[in-house]
């Protein structure tokens, strides 16, 4: 997973992360936003993602800070052109060892509005209880509205790891939108 990389760089042309990304060889990539900024060249982001689809498939929801400036609709072009697939409350699909594998999304409230709860809903009637499936979203504090769908595994970004993580005692001191001690911050 990538979350919340904010336009950020990692080296000459993100050679520090694609090589951390490297050693952990993954099956697929999922990306829960957030990966530019409004105050940011995208450029840095869009460096990363480029080298990304070249080494897994990757799969995408919008962050906040997607639609912050005004500038999603050109930002989700863009990262589509790159072979990325980018989730709006449908599924895309990929397989592993003969077992198809599906990977949904819903992207993040702030962008979204009313349409969230249109793409929560169809991921809801959509979702294929006998296959292995992924939920891909950015907010982890609207863990209840996932609960609902039942994913197999839910993926999130958004809270930045904590802010402060103190490991093995302190899973975070502050997250956007859990405040202080954030119940979900550093995954399990």
């Not at 080296?11 to 990304?21: P, R, V």
């Not at 995208?42 to 800070?65: D, S, W």
């Not at 449908?90 to 702030?110: H, L, P, Q, S, W």
Request: hydrophobic residues 35%.
């Amino acid at each position: 997973m990538q979350a919340d990389l904010h336009s950020t760089k990692y080296g000459k042309s993100q050679n520090e992360l694609i090589d951390a990304i490297l050693e952990q060889e993954p099956d697929i990539i999922l990306i829960p936003g957030d990966m530019v900024d409004e105050e940011r060249d995208p450029a840095p982001a869009f460096t990363l993602m480029k080298q990304l689809v070249r080494i897994a498939p990757v799969f995408m929801v919008t962050g906040n800070h997607e639609y912050y400036g005004g500038r999603a609709e050109d930002i989700i072009r863009e990262v589509e052109s790159f072979g990325i697939k980018v989730l709006f409350g449908d599924c895309a699909t990929f397989t592993k060892n003969g077992e198809k594998i599906a990977v949904y999304g819903i992207e993040d409230k702030y962008g979204a509005k009313e349409d969230w709860y249109r793409q929560k809903s169809d991921v809801l009637e959509s979702i294929d209880k006998k296959r292995l499936s992924v939920l891909i979203s950015h907010r982890p504090d609207l863990v209840d509205d996932y609960n609902e769908i039942a994913a197999d595994v839910t993926v999130c970004g958004h809270a930045h790891g904590g802010q402060v993580i103190i490991p093995g005692i302190l899973n975070g001191l502050f997250a956007p939108h859990q405040g202080f001690l954030p119940q979900y911050a550093g995954g399990r």
